[in-house]
């Protein structure tokens, strides 16, 4: 049996696997398959059926924003009121179920959008059918199908080789292995791999869940928050919050019956009223909305988010690497001129030549195939396709007379060794921005200079300079300004001379553009690695490896790096770097490990994804203070009524309506506003370090309050209640007005829209019924009130030594 004919797990079975494991190979690879071929696989099943996930699915969604830690305990805690009542006490109830529905909208027309946009960023494999060649979703290849690959292209399925024009492919992704493979027909190919140069074509024999990438990422999901310091510091808090429940809960369910004489529903409405608020139910709902309202926004601006931790990475960039070709530059360029070095060369014919054997040409190539067409009687004796490792293609022609020479064109400071008088006048162009191609006649075999390629060097006998002109795009300048004043290093690392990328660099105002160094020359050292990265702006002549160790050099020096790029050579510094972000006429390769694809390839775009995620973290931050102020505060009052063994001071309702006007409502607004600081690190320190002493403020105010209303009304628990209650509002306001800095008219407005709407409950008598609230005479309540402004002048000195100690600790990190 050929070893195509056999099924995917590579031997025949039985029945109707035999069936499928015993179709036939195409007659012809040139023609591939054939309608009624590519018809009976479909009907058998052997189709590439491995769904391609952007997002969770919807039955996901609603598990997770429905079958959380917080969403059980609160749960529990609704039921217990439900049945000891009153109704008015289970309104938190309602609050979660209104956070869930939110969230799980959300996240619904998030997964949407990236769905939308995951079909348009989608690779298109060319595939053979019919004699035809044609491009075709993943999910519509078949077995057998013949599949064409060139550089740049992600083989999607496994298969085996049957056409090979020094076709060397990199299974980095896959095994580890860096080095490109060199593929002949009969070689397999692993689906996940990707071409670095020539081309070829192969068989599919595992499609599906059968094929190794899919079999690598079948659990993998694509919409997760995986290393996420945001997420993982949130869930922290929320697992130790949950463990001091059980506890608070027994204890404080033990001291209400003891101090209630027996009254088990007071007991037990005292108890949920206490462990309710030390729950930081909005926290996680927050987080999931900023983010999903993030994939929305990006997504109206043509930017695919395939991992949402990028947003969040992308905040926290303080180094940003910018490949020029593609980024920085537009990929179309133009001839400017051709200078001739040796006379009486058919320039022109060798040029369009070179054009006419190039199968999958790069930018460059393409602007010298529009300048000169192939000559007649020009015929191709043997190639070798372009490699940003070697910086060359060539091919041994055979002219219209009959003379064969072998053709080099590619990077002149590569063919030539250094000294060379040709180079002067390489680097004069170069200093102005353009990019230059040495054509040059090689006296060695090509097949020896493809194996032997430092022999090139004094092989290769200059006959023509072809200069290029690129086109930079025009919203570079804005970008590369945005980032210097956002204080983010900008690097540009390209595999052009450095002396044009630093030209080009310095024409789009890129500050340190004369900062330019040949990456051939950077030290192997790490650390000296490092320090050359470190110091300098512009990178010329980067391969991809070194790409991959200089950024790597910047993360061991603790600089968070985004990678942008577009090509092959790229894409193993994309896999490493902290975000990576490709262009939508990226290389397949390159959109498939980018974390975001702007997919109409506008650079004016990473200005906003870096200030939707910095809106994201920041205000996430923001509201954290207010959650997890309210959650100290909780515990540390539920432990002082358990120790001085006295009622506690609230109803379920009044924390309802305390939480909702200073936390619940007012940090919705808070979490979707704009917010341009850029994220720092410590997460879960800086919240603890204002939250924690705020909430012993406010702890302190409480029982003060609640001390003092007791003296005055002599066990009238509804007036102690409704004074303590004036005070723990007023305090928590403050702790609002804090947090809502810098302020702006609508910031203003909504601590005065909070203020008011606690002032209507007071004052409509219905609402003071409802809420249970009655201030009763003006001694209890004025002392509330002056209790709650002391505390808050406490409040300020507060955020003012946090902002203090925020401060050196950033400096120190």
């Known amino acids: 049996m050929d070893e195509w004919s056999k ?11 035999d069936a499928v494991d015993l179709l036939p190979l195409p007659e012809d690879a040139a023609t591939g398959l054939t309608s009624a071929e590519v018809a009976r696989r479909t009907e058998l099943g052997r189709i590439n059926d491995v769904p391609v996930r952007s997002s969770r699915s919807i039955g996901e969604i ?31 109830g309602g609050v979660i179920l209104a956070n869930t529905l939110i969230g799980v909208f959300q996240e619904v027309r998030a997964k949407r959008t990236l769905d939308r946009l995951a079909i348009v960023g989608e690779a298109r494999p060319t595939v053979r059918r019919d004699g035809k060649t044609v491009e075709l979703a993943p999910a519509h290849i078949v077995l057998h199908d013949v599949i064409e690959l060139g550089p740049g292209d992600k083989a999607v399925v496994d298969g085996t080789v049957v056409e090979a024009d020094n076709l060397e492919v990199d299974e980095s992704l896959l095994t580890g292995e860096a080095d490109a493979v060199l593929k002949s027909p009969g070689d397999k190919v692993m689906s996940g791999s990707f071409v670095l ?29 995986v290393n996420s310091e945001l997420r993982n510091g949130i869930n922290t808090i929320i697992k130790y919050v949950t463990y001091a429940i059980i506890p608070a809960g027994v204890a404080l369910i033990i001291s209400q019956l003891a101090v209630g004489g027996g009254d088990v529903p007071e007991a037990v409405r005292r108890m949920v009223a206490g462990i309710v608020p030390m729950v930081p139910e909005g926290l996680v709902l927050l987080t999931s909305v900023a983010f999903a ?20 990475g992308l905040a ?42 190039d199968s999958r040409p790069n930018a460059s190539m393409r602007a010298i195939i529009e300048a000169y067409p192939a000559p007649e009687g020009w015929t191709e004796r043997e190639s070798a396709p372009f490699s940003a490792a070697r910086r060359w293609s060539g091919a041994t022609l055979t002219d219209r007379d009959g003379g064969t020479s072998t053709w080099l064109i590619g990077a002149a400071d590569v063919l030539l060794p250094q000294g060379h008088p040709v180079l002067v006048a390489v680097d004069a162009y170069g200093e102005r921005g353009l990019r230059v191609l040495l054509v040059a006649r090689c006296s060695i075999p090509l097949s020896e200079a493809l194996h032997m390629p430092e022999r090139v060097t004094g092989a290769a006998a200059p006959v023509a300079v072809v200069v290029i002109r690129q086109r930079t795009r025009k919203e570079a300048p804005a970008t590369l300004r945005y980032f210097a004043e956002q204080g983010v290093d900008t690097k540009v690392i390209s595999g052009d001379n450095a002396l044009s990328v630093g030209a080009v660099a310095r024409g789009l105002g890129l500050p340190g553009s004369d900062r330019h160094i040949d990456a051939r020359r950077l030290p192997e050292d790490r650390d000296e690695l490092a320090d050359a990265v470190e110091s300098n702006a512009i990178f010329g002549r980067v391969g991809p490896q070194r790409k991959r160790d200089m950024v790597a050099a910047l993360q061991s020096r603790g600089h968070t790096v985004a990678m942008t790029g577009d090509g092959v050579n790229d894409v193993l510094a994309l896999k490493d770097a902290d975000v990576a972000v490709s262009m939508g006429t990226g290389s397949p390769a390159a959109r498939s490990v980018a974390q975001i694809v702007l997919l109409d390839n506008n650079f004016s775009s990473l200005p906003s994804v870096v200030a939707e995620g910095r809106r994201v973290i920041g205000n996430i931050e923001r509201v954290a203070n207010l959650f997890l102020t309210k959650t100290m505060y909780s515990v540390l009052l539920a432990i002082v009524v358990v120790l001085a063994n006295v009622p506690y001071p609230f109803l379920p309702r009044h924390l309802t309506l305390i939480g909702s006007l200073t936390i619940g409502i ?38 003060a309050s609640y001390a003092t209303a007791r003296s005055v009304y002599d066990g009238n628990l509804e007036a102690e209640t409704s004074a303590t209650t004036l005070t723990l509002f007023l305090v928590g306001l ?8 810098p302020y702006t008219w609508w910031r203003v407005l909504l601590v005065f829209t909070m203020a008011l709407s606690f002032a209507v409950v007071l004052a409509v008598p219905f609402l003071r019924s409802f809420f249970q609230l009655e201030l009763v005479g003006t001694s209890a309540p004025g002392a509330a009130a ?21 401060a050196k600790g950033t400096e120190r990190d």
Not at 204 to 219: C, F, H, I, N
Not at 734 to 741: D, G, M, N
């Open 7 to 17: 099924g995917s797990d590579g031997s025949a079975g039985t029945g109707r696997r």
């Open 62 to 92: 609603v598990r997770a924003n429905v079958c959380t830690r917080i969403n059980a305990v609160i749960g529990v805690l609704f039921v217990i009121i439900l049945i000891v009542g009153p109704i008015q006490d289970a309104l938190f």
């Open 197 to 225: 140069a020539g081309t070829g074509a192969f068989v599919a024999t595992r499609v599906g869940r059968d094929a190794y990438a899919a079999q690598l990422t079948e659990e993998a999901r694509r919409f997760t928050l």
């Open 293 to 312: 309202v993030g994939v929305v926004r990006l997504g109206k601006k043509k930017c695919l988010v395939q991992e949402l931790p990028a947003i969040e």
């Open 316 to 357: 926290r960039v303080d180094t940003v690497c910018l490949d020029k070709t593609g980024t920085l530059t537009e990929t179309s360029m133009d001839v400017d001129e051709v200078h001739q070095i040796e006379q009486g060369v058919p320039v022109a014919n060798v040029l369009g030549a070179l054009g006419a054997v």
């Open 666 to 703: 007012p940090a919705f607004f808070l979490a979707l506003a704009p917010n341009t600081e850029r994220a720092q690190p410590h997460f879960v320190r800086r919240v603890l370090r204002f939250a924690v002493p705020c909430g012993v403020v406010a702890a302190a105010a409480t029982m």
């Open 734 to 741: 403050w702790v609002l007005s804090i947090v809502a800095r």
């Open 786 to 806: 002056g209790i709650a402004v002391a505390a808050g002048l406490l409040l300020e000195g507060v955020w003012r030594l946090a902002r203090r100690r925020t």
